[in-house]
């Protein structure tokens, strides 16, 4: 067996109202800093974690002004923010971008070192102020990556990649995320779905716990997206979709993303489209672009998914895959082309372009993908 290394948050807590339940996980904080969004705050979804805080003798200042893909001045806007409150603990509440951004709060409010200094793999030195995240959305995983993406004035999404973005304790509420309508469900249901994929079949870093956490994430989210877009308020399939979302999310912080991502990225930053939708509207074409280098892990996915297929041959077992999660992205209440998301005919080859700087993420990807081949495969999407 080849030697491998496997880091995850410390602490899990998956329950019914564990959002109610903060107060005690944060050992002696005196004054929590809440990272939200403001549609959150609108729909209400703060008020009963914040009073539970509060009636805990904690202060807690909530902060409501992320924004999608985070750009870096909301960035250092909420890290400012939790300095001049005094927040010794962060808690972060809500999608991805809430959760990204809630990491790098925690580690710039208590870090001396500039965000410009720390973006790429394990450049922070820290410290940082205690850290829970508590996702309202199955998909990111963020609560399990040591990963926070934040959108540069250049349109780059970079990364800052550290063992100090864990969190102390990851959150599993599933009733945080019973309200979520049907679109973003199923957005954020199969980007959590692309990051089993890509974490089974990377070419580095791929692991026997990594493999076992996507296999079982694949199969839970496969089993439960149906359910939960045809009924929000299902509350087994909303668990079943948060539990596989983190267990992508762990898979994938250990053996990383690939090209799904590396051209959903261009897509975020130049046409502002949602992260899950643009990893859904490139994953077919990839994945059968990738088919010729990793089938045989799409055979081993299709029979983990439905075991009648045991006795088929990889070639067929691997396309019954591509068909499955094909039929995901086909049934689901969102767009399916990049023509339907305002993307033109002649933004391609400039996508194309810039999808080759992600090489981060390309050099994982099993098949190499080069700028001709994005082209293809961003025509095939649109
Ligand atoms: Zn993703």
Do not use: W
């Not at 602490?11 to 809440?34: K, N, Y």
């Not at 002004?65 to 509440?93: F, N, Q, S, T, Y």
């Not at 053996?255 to 799904?260: F, G, L, N, S, T």
């Amino acid at each position: 067996m080849p030697s491998f290394q496997f880091k995850t948050p410390p602490r899990i807590v998956c329950e019914r109202g564990a959002a109610l339940r903060l107060a005690p996980l944060l050992q002696g904080r005196r004054h929590a800093f809440v990272i939200t969004d403001a549609g959150l705050v609108r729909a209400g979804l703060i008020d009963a974690p914040v009073a539970a805080l509060r009636k805990a003798g904690l202060r807690v200042t909530v902060h409501d002004k992320v924004e999608a893909d985070p750009p870096e001045h909301v960035v250092l806007a909420a890290v400012d923010a939790a300095r001049v409150a005094g927040a010794d603990c962060v808690i972060g509440l809500g999608g991805g971008s809430s959760l990204d951004t809630a990491k790098l709060v925690a580690l710039l409010a208590a870090s001396p070192q500039p965000l410009a200094d720390i973006y790429g793999p394990q450049r922070a030195t820290g410290p940082r102020l205690p850290l829970i995240q508590v996702p309202t959305t199955a998909g990111t995983g963020s609560e399990a990556t040591p990963t926070s993406v934040v959108s540069t004035p250049d349109h780059q999404k970079r990364g800052v990649i550290s063992s100090l973005l864990f969190p102390d304790v990851a959150v599993l509420d599933a009733q945080l995320t019973l309200a979520l309508p049907p679109a973003p469900t199923a957005m954020t249901g199969v980007d959590a779905m692309v990051h089993a994929i890509e974490a089974y079949t990377t070419r580095h870093l791929k692991n026997p716990i990594s493999d076992a956490l996507a296999v079982r994430a694949l199969q839970l989210l496969d089993r439960h997206l149906g359910r939960v877009i045809a009924q929000g308020d299902d509350i087994e399939a909303r668990e079943g979709m948060l539990l596989g979302s983190m267990l992508a999310g762990m898979a994938f912080a250990n053996a990383p993303v690939a090209a799904i991502h590396a051209l959903a990225h261009p897509l975020g930053s130049h046409f502002h489209v949602p992260h899950g939708l643009a990893n859904a509207l490139v994953m077919v074409p990839v994945l059968r672009f990738n088919l010729p280098e990793a089938g045989a892990g799409y055979a081993e996915l299709a029979r983990a998914l439905n075991p009648a297929l045991h006795g088929a041959s990889d070639g067929e077992a691997a396309e019954a895959f591509i068909a499955t999660m094909a039929q995901h992205v086909a049934q689901a209440p969102m767009p399916q082309r990049l023509r339907e998301v305002g993307i033109a005919a002649n933004d391609l080859p400039m996508l194309a372009e810039a999808a080759m700087g992600v090489q981060r993420l390309l050099a994982n990807n099993p098949r190499e993908l080069n700028q001709t081949h994005a082209l293809v495969l961003y025509t095939q999407a649109h």
